[in-house]
């Protein structure tokens, strides 16, 4: 069959998890000729593009394997997109899954099969937790562990690209490079430019078939991670409004939202018992004022 969509995946120092990545993106079945694009962010010790090269050989899939030595995730998906597009011109589809995710049987039918039939620009599917060591019930009730839900329909914006399918025009549309490499080391990147993708006007459809499992490690369920992820997202929010709206909005919504964040969290405290989710209202807004101030969390960059 002809390549029809290329998944990419972007990978930096995940080799076990990334076999399991591709075994699944390798078993996927139906009527879609697809490829694979891997792109090792860790040019100091690729591991991650020998294992690529090792498994996607003993298949028949089409692949390609780069390592990308600009570290940053912005530049390593960027470089993904890039060499899909150059590699394999005729494919009108682009999918991108994360390196501690899993393609459910049927996922890359339900993302191309919906596109095909509503014309969609952009599709996303749900991304359902598996935890390394279960968490208790409070870590599994955090916003943070919230996605998109529901049944297949039209929606406004996708938020995450750990589970998501690009149509080309996109990119052509678009300026280059997709992802903004200011976000290479705080995040967000991915809402950012699918924040771009609404505002330009494409079309977004949720697929509740294309089914995506993210692994989640257990030093990412204590409360010091998601209260520093608490802030680190509303850095993200605040860099993204800042881009997209005159400093004036953006600053005003910061005030807002911290008397706002106040009267959420004690809400939430209130209703649940619970420190931690109190938290969450209350630090995104710090987040904002932190990231106004010029001081960025950066929990993507490696110190070597």
Same mark, same amino acid.
Request: hydrophobic letters at 45%.
């Given at each position: 069959?002809?390549? =029809?969509?290329?998944?990419?995946?972007?990978?930096?120092?995940r080799? #076990?998890?990334?076999? &399991?990545t591709? %075994?699944?993106?390798?078993?996927?079945?139906? #009527?879609?000729?697809?490829?694979?694009?891997?792109?090792?962010?860790?040019?100091?010790?690729p591991?991650?593009? %020998?294992?690529?090269? =090792?498994?996607?050989?003993?298949?028949a899939?089409?692949?390609?394997?780069?390592? =990308?030595h &600009?570290?940053?995730?912005?530049?390593a998906?960027?470089?993904?997109?890039?060499?899909a597009l150059?590699?394999?011109? #005729? %494919?009108?589809y682009?999918?991108?899954?994360?390196?501690?995710?899993?393609?459910?049987?049927?996922?890359?039918?339900?993302m191309?099969?919906?596109?095909?039939?509503?014309?969609?620009?952009?599709?996303?599917?749900p991304?359902?937790?598996?935890?390394?060591?279960?968490?208790?019930?409070?870590?599994m009730?955090?916003?943070?562990?919230?996605?998109? #839900?529901g049944?297949t329909?039209?929606?406004?914006?996708?938020?995450?690209?750990?589970?998501?399918?690009?149509?080309?025009?996109?990119?052509?549309r678009?300026?280059?490079?997709?992802?903004?490499?200011?976000f290479?080391?705080?995040?967000?990147?991915?809402m950012?430019?699918f924040?771009?993708?609404?505002?330009?006007?494409?079309?977004?459809?949720?697929? %509740?078939e294309?089914v995506?499992?993210?692994?989640?490690?257990?030093?990412?369920?204590?409360?010091?991670?998601?209260?520093?992820?608490?802030?680190?997202?509303?850095?993200?929010?605040?860099m993204?409004? &800042?881009?997209?709206?005159?400093?004036?909005?953006?600053?005003?919504?910061?005030?807002?939202?911290?008397?706002?964040?106040?009267?959420?969290?004690?809400?939430?405290?209130?209703?649940?018992?619970?420190p931690?989710?109190?938290?969450?209202?209350?630090?995104?807004?710090?987040?904002?004022?932190?990231?106004?101030?010029?001081?960025?969390?950066?929990?993507?960059?490696?110190?070597?």
């Open positions: 069959m002809p390549v =029809e969509a290329v998944i990419c995946i972007p990978t930096f120092r080799p #076990d998890w990334l076999r &399991r591709l %075994a699944s993106v390798a078993a996927q079945q139906g #009527d879609v000729g697809y490829a694979v694009v891997v792109v090792d962010n860790d040019g100091a010790n591991v991650g593009a %020998a294992l690529a090269s =090792e498994v996607l050989g003993a298949t899939l089409p692949h390609t394997v780069v390592v =990308e &600009r570290q940053g995730n912005c530049h998906i960027n470089r993904a997109f890039e060499v150059a590699t394999y011109p #005729d %494919a009108p682009l999918l991108m899954i994360d390196d501690d995710e899993i393609a459910l049987p049927g996922w890359l039918q339900a191309v099969g919906l596109a095909r039939e509503r014309g969609a620009d952009l599709v996303g599917g991304v359902i937790r598996q935890f390394e060591v279960e968490p208790d019930a409070t870590v009730r955090h916003p943070l562990f919230v996605s998109i #839900d049944e329909r039209r929606i406004d914006q996708l938020h995450g690209s750990g589970n998501c399918l690009i149509q080309r025009r996109v990119f052509e678009l300026p280059a490079p997709p992802f903004d490499v200011r290479n080391f705080l995040g967000g990147g991915d950012e430019f924040t771009r993708c609404r505002l330009a006007g494409f079309e977004t459809w949720w697929s %509740a294309a995506a499992h993210e692994f989640v490690a257990s030093g990412r369920t204590t409360a010091s991670f998601l209260m520093k992820r608490s802030l680190r997202t509303g850095s993200i929010n605040y993204i409004d &800042r881009l997209h709206r005159p400093l004036a909005i953006a600053l005003a919504k910061n005030a807002a939202s911290l008397g706002l964040g106040v009267l959420r969290g004690v809400s939430v405290l209130l209703r649940t018992g619970s931690l989710l109190a938290s969450h209202p209350l630090l995104m807004p710090v987040g904002r004022v932190v990231a106004s101030l010029g001081l960025l969390p950066k929990p993507y960059r490696s110190s070597t």
